[in-house]
């Protein structure tokens, strides 16, 4: 009898964590989120390199925003965001919920890094977003940009 109170509470308490880890990390089924609004001239790009440029395996990649200030994920802060960076992405994340493991976060407000990539051709992209890591209304992206690591 000890053993099967044991086993049903210790199922009780994984379903609970399970349940809480999907909210968590942004299960499919959550409901849309309202974004926010960011200023119709706003742009976000990728300063270095530049398109079309040969780089080592591991380089600098800058990034560059006008029309909008950066801050870190958490700080709700009219016409301001953070980025987010896309490695060969064949298309954009969703709009209208957080950007999950298909992009590289920046929650700190960082505006460069450095990032190693294999050899070959890859592409950068840059997503601004706001303090919940969603992208505003109307998205802040630049353009997509190619690059060859050698």
């Known amino acids: 009898m000890k053993k099967i109170i044991s ?3 210790f199922t009780l308490m994984l ?6 880890t999907s909210f968590a990390h942004g299960a499919s089924n959550s409901p849309s989120i309202s974004p926010t609004a960011a200023p119709s001239h706003a742009s976000v790009y990728i300063i270095t390199p530049l398109d079309g440029a040969t780089v080592s395996e591991s380089f600098t990649i800058k990034f560059g925003l006008q029309g909008m200030g950066v801050s870190p994920a958490g700080y709700d802060k009219k016409n301001t965001g953070h980025h987010h960076l896309l490695v060969d992405g064949k298309k954009l994340p969703a709009f209208n919920k957080p950007m999950s493991s298909e992009v ?3 929650g700190g407000g960082q505006t460069q890094t450095d990032i190693t990539l294999s050899k070959g051709t890859h592409t950068l992209q840059l997503i601004l977003g706001d303090h919940r890591h969603m992208p505003h209304s109307p998205a802040v992206v630049s353009k997509k940009i190619t690059i060859t690591v050698e």
């Open 104 to 106: 590289k976060h920046f």
């Open 7 to 9: 086993l049903s509470l």
């Open 15 to 20: 379903s609970t964590a399970t349940v809480s």
